[in-house]
């Protein structure tokens, strides 16, 4: 369908018949997906905004449920969530060096990182559901006391959402994974693997702030 | 509105090919997740520490956005990429400001106006700590034993919620106190309170 | 009234290496709408669904905006007939309340908010930016499909009950109410992501894909209204999209952040649903200004009177409409202090609003003011939605919001604002560009005719409302005291007036589709560019990539230094 360009020898192939050129294209998609960060921060924002209401109107219960929370494994986490940030960002470079290998053992690390995320999480959830610990209705734990129902009903909505978007970020990078290894990223037009990485470190950025929120400050 | 030169809007300013690409050596990723490690140990020891209430929570923000902009600058190439994109960033993190002080200028008001309107939900703790104190002390005195937006000018209304607590029996021991409906009201919906 | 279009010689030279393949004339090439189908029925069906033009997925959008259109408005005839009477005559009040819901739920989330920016902007955005579809046509195809799955789950909520919670979902009704409420709340949390990727979309192409020699002070206004209008789309919606899944999460295992008896907070999702709702109001009405910038320009060959001004008061509106959402919660239990800090904030709206209608009349005064069918619906927005907007004033004060909340004058403001500004500048807009659109020219005198029944049905329903709110009617009131019978039977008969002029719209419409006579390329003598290329357009909008030349209102009869003299 590219007629308009079918003739001009520097334009790569695969530059959509819509785009004047490649820099365009790329610019494009980086800018899209900063502007699809930027409603993924307003959709956390809701919670977080949600946080600090009750966090304002119950501070005593928000310092009593912070002790719930195991704050090693919520370290853990996050410095396992830093390495990935770190592999991903090597694994854009690897893409920019034109280094299959790089890319591929970086965006395989990511992965590994990612998993390991959520092992971590499934221990601290499986422990919660059996003290009895779960999201504000069904809350059946004795041994605390305030509106910890509230509290852990944000503790669920903020990690759980999160979770979901670490999950989705598995799906992205194997995809990822699966097309490098099929030879792609290699000609200059790595802005999937840039979009992917940008998505990741946005799911980084939200557990940085979620880390402290939930289970430092008290 | 005369003729402007030529140029496509955002081909031509990046003509020359590879602009955009800006590969940062690996020891700069290294170090920023040197710093993003540290910064992440800072912050679980500081909060050993046991630092008393709002310096806790000020501290530990502080820490948590020095650690997103060492993501945001580096890892997200904010530092070399179209500077647009910084604008879309910074533009995201100031309406999350309006939402918020928005949203919590309601909350932190409620009583700002109008002394009978509160808060919800009262603990089991603050009533056992109110009644306490006004066992032995005037209303007056004891005002500040009432929890955050809950300055009743009537303290029978505090008292007022022993009567309910029956009717909250089953849920009682984890201190869920009786909401005070009656204050929100429920317009433009058939509220069945 | 034929123009040429402008010949730009020298700066397509200019412009970079992409001008291959000048095949001559435009007539060379099938026209977006029939292009694959030659191969029969089944591929040719295939080709729309798959599309990814721009044009045939703004039509596509436009034809479903329209049956749901058709839907809503069925849905107020019949519950308009009930209100003719004080007595409940026609209806239970359980369906009346699942009636309203209905209307309100489908005419916001899926008739108004893509009206105007999914149908008309779809097809417009990228031709008058001389770009050759939009920066994601994938994610555009995405969002006419995830529009289509938010309607089916509407619709699966409607034919599973119906759902009477009003459109606002508002707590703790929605949460304890029986029925597939929380069908309905995926509905519409899954439409708010259509929007959401149709503002990104038009964010990007405006930024990216402009032509050359279009600078940001030399795109049409309907261009920067759309673009404001995108920006609200990206930040607001997500917001809506978080509370209905907490509303939703309540329904299906009781989280209780809205729940009083678990310490949650009611209000607290009306400052969530708000926070976008409020802004929602502006993506409703922002294209609506763009639009009409447009006419009012082209139909009375003048250049805009405060181009910079209208630009920029259209993002000024979307930025001050996310600091105003509590003037909605003044009685809802927020603090005083929250109301009179918003209610002060309101008034900023009137500002930039104000501007603009200063500008459309300064335009069309000394203009050689063409009363055709555009100009007609031009002219009925500027009449009803002063009205809307000044009636708005009376709300944004609180002590006056307190005796006017729930009553029918709320109910006529925001019909005024939203119906007229985005219903009758939509149908103006159609007409506008309908030539480029189908190719086919309408009959002019029916188009008047219609405009006419329409401008006086609007004005029969609506008007008596304002008279009723403020003699106390309350709203959402299936049975009411006889007072109030005569006012709502006008506002009864002249909906069925606004009704038939919609059908009889329809109808003509319908009949040009099909034997109209063909349009010229440039049926008004519009300068912007999309009025450069084919009618209808070919399948990749332009040969060559068009070079912005001048002003999108430097029209040649009123600009000397173009040379082309006087009509």
Redesign the interface.
């Known amino acids: 369908m590219a007629h308009a360009h079918a003739d001009d020898p520097n334009r790569p192939e695969w530059v959509a018949h819509f785009f004047h050129s490649k820099e365009q294209q790329l610019s494009a998609a980086k800018f899209g997906m900063w502007l699809f960060l930027a409603q993924e921060v307003l959709f956390f924002s809701g919670l977080f905004c949600a946080y600090v209401a009750f966090r304002w109107m119950y501070p005593e219960t928000w310092l009593s449920g912070a002790d719930q929370l195991n704050k090693w494994m919520g370290g853990l986490n996050t410095l396992i969530l830093i390495a990935s940030s770190f592999t991903m960002a090597l694994a854009v470079r690897g893409a920019q060096t034109k280094s299959p290998t790089a890319l591929k053992v970086n965006l395989l690390l990511t992965i590994l990182f990612a998993g390991g995320f959520c092992v971590v999480k499934y221990f601290e959830y499986s422990h919660k559901f059996h003290l009895g610990i779960f999201p504000a209705d069904h809350y059946a734990y004795e041994g605390s006391t305030g509106l910890m129902p509230i509290f852990f009903a944000i503790y669920y909505c903020l990690t759980g959402l999160h979770m979901i978007h670490v999950v989705i970020g598995i799906g992205f990078l194997s995809w990822l994974l699966f097309k490098t290894q099929k030879g792609r990223f290699m000609d200059g037009n790595y802005a999937y693997v840039e979009n992917v990485g940008l998505y990741w470190h946005l799911v980084d950025l939200i557990w940085i702030f979620l880390f402290p929120l939930l289970y430092l400050v008290k | 509105?005369n003729?402007?030169p030529?140029?496509?809007?955002?081909?031509?300013a990046?003509?020359d090919?590879e602009?955009?690409?800006h590969?940062?050596p690996?020891s700069m990723?290294?170090g920023?997740?040197g710093a993003?490690?540290v910064l992440?140990?800072v912050?679980?020891g500081v909060?050993e520490l046991g630092i008393p209430?709002p310096y806790?929570?000020i501290l530990?923000?502080i820490?948590?956005t020095m650690?997103?902009s060492l993501?945001?600058t580096?890892?997200?190439h904010l530092l070399w990429?179209?500077r647009?994109?910084s604008v879309?960033?910074l533009?995201?993190?100031i309406?999350?400001a309006?939402?918020?002080a928005?949203?919590?200028?309601?909350?932190?008001?409620?009583?700002?106006?109008?002394p009978e309107?509160g808060?919800?939900?009262m603990?089991?703790?603050d009533k056992a700590r109110w009644n306490e104190c006004m066992e032995t002390k005037t209303y007056d005195e004891c005002r500040d034993k009432l929890?955050?937006?809950w300055s009743q000018a009537n303290p029978d209304a505090v008292d007022g919620h022993h009567g309910a607590e029956g009717d909250h029996g089953a849920e009682g021991?984890?201190?869920?106190?009786e909401?005070?409906?009656g204050?929100?009201?429920?317009?433009?919906?058939?509220?069945?309170? | 009234m034929m123009l040429d279009t402008p010949e730009t010689p020298e700066n397509a030279e200019d412009a970079p290496a992409e001008e291959h393949g000048d095949h001559g004339h435009h007539a060379d090439e099938p026209s977006y709408l029939v292009y694959g189908k030659e191969k029969g029925f089944a591929s040719f069906l295939k080709s729309w669904l798959i599309t990814v033009d721009h044009k045939r997925i703004g039509i596509m959008y436009l034809i479903s905006v329209l049956l749901f259109f058709a839907v809503a408005g069925f849905t107020a005839i019949y519950f308009r007939w009930e209100l003719m009477t004080a007595a409940p005559d026609v209806m239970s009040g359980d369906t009346y309340n699942k009636a309203f819901t209905l209307h309100g739920g489908i005419m916001v989330f899926l008739v108004i908010i893509p009206l105007t920016p999914a149908a008309l902007g779809n097809f417009v955005l990228p031709l008058m930016l001389g770009a050759k579809d939009v920066a994601f046509p994938k994610l555009n195809l995405a969002s006419l499909y995830v529009y289509w799955a938010g309607a089916a789950l509407l619709v699966y909520a409607v034919l599973g009950g119906g759902f009477d919670t009003g459109w606002t979902f508002y707590t703790p009704y929605s949460t304890t109410a029986q029925g597939p409420i929380t069908w309905a709340l995926l509905g519409a949390f899954t439409l708010g992501f259509s929007s959401i990727f149709t503002g990104l979309n038009f964010i990007v192409t405006i930024h990216k894909m402009r032509a050359p020699g279009m600078g940001f002070f030399r795109m049409p206004l309907m261009l920067w209204a759309l673009y404001a209008t995108a920006l609200t789309q990206l930040l607001a919606t997500p917001v809506l999209a978080i509370t209905l899944l907490l509303v939703a999460m309540e329904r299906i295992m009781g989280i209780g952040i809205f729940n009083p008896d678990l310490g949650g907070d009611p209000v607290l999702m009306q400052h969530f649903f708000w926070f976008y709702s409020h802004p929602a109001v502006y993506i409703m009405i922002l294209p609506a200004f763009g639009i009409i910038s447009e006419l009012v320009a082209v139909h009375s060959r003048k250049r805009i009177f405060g181009y910079g001004a209208i630009a920029l008061s259209s993002v000024s509106i979307a930025l001050i409409g996310f600091l105003v959402w509590g003037h909605h919660m003044f009685v809802s239990g927020q603090s005083e202090l929250s109301g009179v800090v918003f209610s002060f904030l309101t008034f900023f709206v009137a500002v930039p609003t104000a501007i603009k209608i200063f500008s459309w009349t300064g335009t069309m005064w000394g203009g050689s003011v063409r009363f055709n069918t555009p100009m007609l619906y031009t002219l009925s927005f500027l009449f009803l939605f002063l009205i809307g907007g000044l009636t708005g004033l009376f709300l944004s004060t609180m002590a006056t919001d307190v005796h006017l909340h729930d009553t029918y004058f709320v109910v006529a403001h925001f019909h005024y604002v939203m119906a007229s500004g985005a219903v009758i500048s939509f149908l103006g807009g159609l007409h506008h560009w309908w030539p480029k659109m189908f190719g086919t020219m309408y009959n002019e005198t029916l188009g008047k005719i219609g405009a006419i029944i329409i401008f006086l049905g609007f004005n029969l329903t609506f008007f008596p409302q304002f008279v009723a709110g403020s003699r106390g009617m309350p709203r959402r009131y299936h049975e009411y005291v006889s007072e109030f019978e005569g006012m709502q039977y006008m506002s009864s008969i002249g909906s069925f007036v606004l009704a038939f002029g919609l059908v009889f719209v329809l109808c003509y419409l319908l009949h040009a589709l099909f034997k109209g006579k063909p349009a010229p390329d440039n049926p008004w003598g519009g300068v912007t560019l999309e009025w450069e290329t084919a009618t209808p357009p070919i399948e990749h909008n332009f040969h060559h990539t068009p070079v912005c030349v001048r002003g999108p209102y430097d029209f040649p009869e009123i600009d000397e230094s173009l040379g082309n003299g006087h009509h």
């Open positions: 509105m003729r402007n030529v140029h496509h809007s955002a081909g031509a990046h003509a090919g602009h955009h690409e590969i940062a690996l990723y290294l920023v997740f993003l490690a992440t140990v912050t679980v909060s209430q806790s929570l530990a923000m820490v948590a650690k997103a993501v945001v580096f890892f997200m990429d179209d647009l994109n879309v960033f533009g995201t993190v309406f999350v309006i939402f918020f928005l949203t919590m200028t309601d909350l932190l008001s409620r009583d700002f106006l109008n309107m808060n919800y939900v603990l089991e703790e929890p955050r937006g021991d984890h201190g869920k106190a909401g005070d409906h204050k929100a009201d429920d317009h433009g919906t058939k509220s069945d309170h």
